[in-house]
């Protein structure tokens, strides 16, 4: 029998919002037709924007979006984006050489600040610092965020619509520069990381929050390097806030997400468990230069990487893939992981919103689809901004070489507002899992509401065709110390009980 011991009086802190954050780049479908409808679209659209979208994703409280890239950040002119869009500039774009779609700029720096406030968001720029300047990005970021009429480049963001200064906090310096993002090495990297940031020093910049592109997955050499010649500097902690990493979960080449099979769900469980590590091996060596925790970790993206050409365009939509529960309880585990961890991630971004890697939407033309992982966020949604409690558990393992143990029962809890939110997974794709629930102050009791995600056939995809195929099922259940709770295969469940005064 797996056991959760709720301790209420450990916790390793609060849960930053952040850390159920997004990611939205401008490659394939994710902005056109995904985001992005046009004000002039048959489609029902707020300023532009797909209106069962915006109304889904408010839903879920997005605390942060990051935009416009990913790979496409490094090649993106911040002031193609801006002005009259009949007359903004076509574009060959970062990912032209996969799928020979054409940036329109339709969505530029206005857009999506105006999507950020229709749903809530706080904006994170990925500035581009590989092909431009840092003069360049500076003027991006005082066009953004200095006072209204106050200089020339704010007077323009007024005629172009925001007078008002945006306020952009959020400011990645780099993406993938160890790939994509020009090949360097992590010496380089922070050279030219420094080089940005000490130019941003005239801009007077208390507020903004800039994050340095950390290493591809497990590669804690590259973190290592990275910070040593980063700490080198008189400047390196210059508004410096976090250092990113980027984690995918891969599946096989030829796995075709639609048709589950164990060997290669309990692959992609096994994989998505190493996030812990990830996690941990980075932080410990960020310590080693960097003992206080100034700099934050961030994983700004991560989520599974299925092979392309699953979803419903067929292939147009570059990486655009089908989600099934596969996706959901790998979210949850990720998820699960990241607020046991709040003490040391502060930020996430999962990869991507819509129509694209782990999405949390399928659309196109009229359709639009929630898709399982979309459901993950809803169901977790209450530990945004909870103090973290320790969830002591004891479960069941599964082996497989070159892979940690893996434990079948994933958990988290947290309390806000005196409501406990404790969410858990079913990594077993085989067998229901039963656990025991208790807590060490044996406070556990009165009625709490029960969200479950869970379908008998782990393959069903929600589809254009039948949009509600996989939905959270809500029921209330009386809680009392030590009672079992049974978790089917393959399944995420949410568990909210006010707690007494
Ligand atoms: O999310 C797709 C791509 O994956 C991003 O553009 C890049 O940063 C990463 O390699």
């Not at 779609?101 to 994170?124: I, K, W």
């Not at 530990?383 to 079948?408: D, I, Y």
């Not at 208790?438 to 782990?458: D, F, Y």
Request: hydrophobic share 35%.
């Amino acid at each position: 029998m797996n056991k959760l011991v709720l301790d209420f009086s450990h916790s390793v802190g609060t849960i930053n919002p952040n850390i159920y954050g997004h990611f939205s780049e401008h490659i394939g479908g994710v902005f056109y037709d995904g985001l992005w409808v046009g004000e002039d679209s048959g489609i029902e659209n707020v300023h532009g924007f797909r209106k069962s979208l915006v109304d889904s994703f408010k839903k879920i409280a997005p605390p942060v979006l990051r935009w416009p890239g990913g790979c496409f950040a490094e090649i993106y002119d911040w002031r193609d984006g801006i002005g009259p869009r009949s007359q903004r500039p076509t574009r060959v774009n970062w990912w032209y050489y996969r799928d020979h779609r054409l940036e329109s700029n339709q969505v530029g720096t206005h857009e999506f600040m105006d999507l950020c406030r229709l749903v809530g968001a706080e904006p994170y720029f990925a500035a581009n610092m590989t092909t431009t300047t840092p003069l360049h990005i500076r003027d991006w970021i005082e066009y953004c965020n200095f006072p209204a009429n106050s200089t020339t480049l704010a007077k323009e963001r007024g005629a172009n619509g925001d007078t008002e200064p945006f306020n952009v906090r959020y400011w990645g310096i780099g993406n993938e520069n160890w790939g994509g993002g020009g090949q360097m090495t992590p010496e380089g990297c922070a050279r030219e990381y420094l080089r940005y940031i000490t130019i941003m020093r005239s801009l007077g910049t208390a507020n903004l929050k800039f994050i340095m592109c950390g290493p591809d997955g497990h590669n804690v050499s590259w973190t290592r390097r990275l910070m040593q010649e980063w700490r080198s500097s008189p400047y390196h902690l210059t508004d410096t806030y976090g250092m990113s990493v980027h984690y995918y979960t891969r599946s096989s080449k030829d796995y075709d997400p639609a048709h589950i099979d164990e060997a290669e769900w309990d692959l992609v469980q096994f994989k998505a468990a190493k996030m812990k590590r990830i996690l941990e091996d980075h932080r410990a060596a960020m310590d080693e230069f960097d003992p206080d925790r100034k700099i934050k970790l961030i994983v700004d993206e991560w989520g599974i990487w299925h092979r392309d050409g699953t979803g419903p365009s067929k292939g147009y939509n570059l990486f655009e893939q089908q989600s099934t529960m596969m996706d959901a309880v790998m979210a949850a585990q990720t998820l699960n992981l990241f607020n046991n961890r709040c003490d040391i991630v502060d930020m996430a971004n999962v990869a991507q919103l819509c129509n694209n890697l782990h999405s949390l939407y399928l659309a196109g033309g009229e359709h639009f689809v929630e898709t399982p992982n979309y459901h993950v966020f809803d169901l977790y949604k209450g530990h945004q901004g909870g103090r973290q409690v320790n969830a002591l558990l004891t479960s069941e393992v599964k082996e497989k070489e070159g892979f940690a143990p893996l434990e079948m029962v994933s958990a988290s809890a947290s309390v806000k507002e005196n409501v406990l939110t404790l969410t858990l997974a079913n990594l077993d794709i085989s067998k229901s899992q039963r656990v025991k629930l208790s807590s060490v102050e044996g406070i556990l009791q009165g009625e709490a509401k029960v969200r479950l995600l869970h379908h008998e056939n782990v393959s069903t995809c929600n589809t254009f065709e039948d949009p509600f195929a996989i939905m959270p099922r809500d029921c209330t259940m009386t809680v009392a110390e030590g009672m079992e709770i049974t978790l089917p295969a393959a399944s995420v469940m949410a568990i909210t009980l006010p707690l007494a005064e």
